[in-house]
């Protein structure tokens, strides 16, 4: 068996570098999701294109003023929208909209950006004050309206929030925003910032483009709405995106090096790379961690290999409403499933073995996390015993569909899970829909990467009492499934004291490991290639990379 598994990983490697390495298909244009009845813009005309890097459709812009960017795919949209858009629309996103708080991967904290200051009035309600003299590219100064407009909209957008009372954002005065919690979550409110609904529009521009009613897709150049290093210049559909420096940036001591941004999209990660040497592109990413050692050495092209800090894992939900009497809500199914996941593979298949082990969702670049010393060797036959003692002698079935990202690993789990006798076919779905099923709670199993800047998430995601319409494809464990269960969370959610929150955390990373909830297996790593000369790209809290302050080493 363990011959059988060697050999079938191999293929699957060789297959992940072929196909592997987009978080969704290239597009050909920009396309309304309809989640708004509203038009989407018209695409910009591709008036005069020529190839060619030094000639681009903009004219007078110079290929030193340039940073070329090939990504995966062609972003769906990069204005507010409520659907899933994965990796390519985060990159240029994460130049054009500044956050309240950014969170470093490497030391684990939260960084105020546009935020001064975080003052907690009560449980429930904290105050942010914003920096003195922040502003739009356009030049408007940005105002606690405008974030409590912004936050409003994405958590709105976003069809709800386990965390924030929508209802309770308000702006104060020029400079504070309230932020109103369903819970007292005590601890972590920077880091809830980071990513959901951190990001700062202004509220003007995007009344002036018809939002929210009409989710505009292409943004106007003449109307800026961001406050990152970089606002929209132009899209060439199936082409380009380029950006254009943002000179009324707030730091004017951190301003991007480059005039230009501009991403071109390549699905193939092979293609990619190759863009590096032929001179097409100073940066390739998301590359296939396994093609690194071909660029070991070179002269041209220099790897970069960033741990994201995402915590690699296979969620087990045991109350997924087709299956009221699901396996899974048998404690000796879910060890099964935790024997049988061979981790290491994973690890090595999707990182080239440079991944740090996880046991949980909890992720060990999250200040909370604890090391838990846990045997993962594979046990096909003790796994057997299990499910004949469960009453599943001869295995059952899962349900879940899967997203092309997961699409290498969900090959391996499956062949994994096939060893016991367990049956999951993994439908590859787009990942709006494949979103739009998670909301449902419908499914059995799923593969998740959570970030290591929201470590309430790794409760959220097994907290059964949160609907998936709030928490989306979480794990729906309640006391009547595993008894303490919400004790064990309470604790974490209410704790004031950071020391306290850390045993608590550490207490409940323990139990989710005792009752096999979940199965962790290792943080993403991701391989970037750029042109030799150049800074690596910085990972941001949710695992992406940010362009923005690229710039040459010397």
Not at 468 to 479: F, I, M
């Amino acid at each position: 068996m363990k011959r059988a598994l060697s050999i079938l990983l191999c293929l699957v490697m060789v297959l992940a570098l072929a196909a592997c390495g987009g978080s969704q298909p290239a597009a050909t244009q920009p396309a309304s999701t309809g989640t708004s009845g509203g038009d989407a813009a018209p695409a910009p005309a591709p008036t005069d294109v020529i190839s060619g890097r030094d000639q681009d459709v903009v004219s007078g812009i110079s290929e030193d003023e340039t940073l070329t960017v090939a990504i995966e795919a062609e972003p769906p949209f990069i204005m507010p929208n409520s659907g899933s858009a994965g990796n390519p629309t985060a990159y240029v996103t994460g130049c054009m909209y500044e956050h309240l708080y950014e969170f470093n991967v490497e030391t684990g904290e939260c960084i105020p950006a546009l935020a001064e200051s975080l003052e907690w009035k009560d449980d429930t309600h904290y105050w942010v004050t914003l920096r003195d003299g922040i502003k739009f590219a356009n030049g408007d100064p940005i105002t606690a309206e405008d974030v409590a407009y912004s936050m409003v909209l994405s958590l709105t957008l976003g069809g709800g929030s386990a965390v924030f009372d929508v209802d309770g954002i308000k702006a104060i005065d020029d400079k504070t925003v309230e932020i109103a919690l369903l819970q007292p979550y005590v601890n972590g409110a920077e880091e809830a910032l980071v990513r959901r609904g951190g990001a700062v529009y202004s509220k003007k521009a995007l009344e002036q483009l018809g939002y929210p009613d009409n989710q505009l897709l292409v943004p106007d150049p003449d109307v800026p709405i961001g406050s990152g290093k970089f606002v929209f210049k132009e899209w060439v559909p199936g082409q380009y995106i380029l950006l254009e420096r943002n000179e009324n940036y707030w730091d004017k001591d951190n301003m991007a090096y480059y005039k230009y941004m501009k991403f071109v999209f390549v699905s193939d990660p092979a293609a990619r790379a190759m863009t590096i040497e032929s001179g097409d592109a100073d940066v390739a990413s998301y590359i296939t961690a396994s093609m690194g050692a071909e660029y070991e050495g070179s002269s041209t092209v220099t790897p970069y290999y960033l741990d994201t800090g995402l915590a690699g894992c296979v969620l087990l939900n045991p109350d997924n409403p087709d299956h009221p009497d699901s396996p899974l809500r048998d404690e000796r199914v879910r060890e099964a499933i935790w024997l049988l996941i061979d981790a290491q593979a994973l690890n090595d298949l999707g990182n080239a073995g440079r991944g740090t082990p996880c046991e949980t969702l909890v992720s060990p670049r999250s200040w909370t996390y604890t090391k838990i010393d846990v045997d993962r060797t594979v046990n096909v036959e003790r796994a057997k015993e299990l499910l004949a003692e469960a009453g599943y002698p001869d295995g059952f079935e899962l349900y879940a569909t899967n997203i092309a990202p997961y699409k290498a690993q969900g090959e391996v789990i499956k062949e994994c899970l096939r060893l016991g006798g367990i049956k999951w076919d993994a439908e590859l779905e787009e990942i709006p829909s494949h979103f739009a099923g998670c909301r449902t709670g419908k499914y059995d199993i799923l593969i998740r990467s959570y970030q290591c800047s929201d470590y309430f998430d790794a409760l959220f995601n097994n907290d059964g009492r949160i609907p998936p319409s709030k928490q989306v494809g979480n794990a729906l464990y309640t006391d009547e499934i595993v008894p303490g269960w919400e004790e064990v969370l309470d604790a974490c959610y209410y704790q004031q004291d950071k020391a306290k929150m850390k045993e608590a955390m550490a207490v409940a990373q323990q139990f989710m490991i005792d009752h096999h909830m979940c199965v962790g297996f290792c943080t993403t790593v991701r391989l970037e290639l750029c042109r030799t000369g150049l800074s690596a790209p910085v990972i941001n809290g949710s695992g992406i990379c940010y362009y923005q302050d690229i710039r040459p080493l010397n």
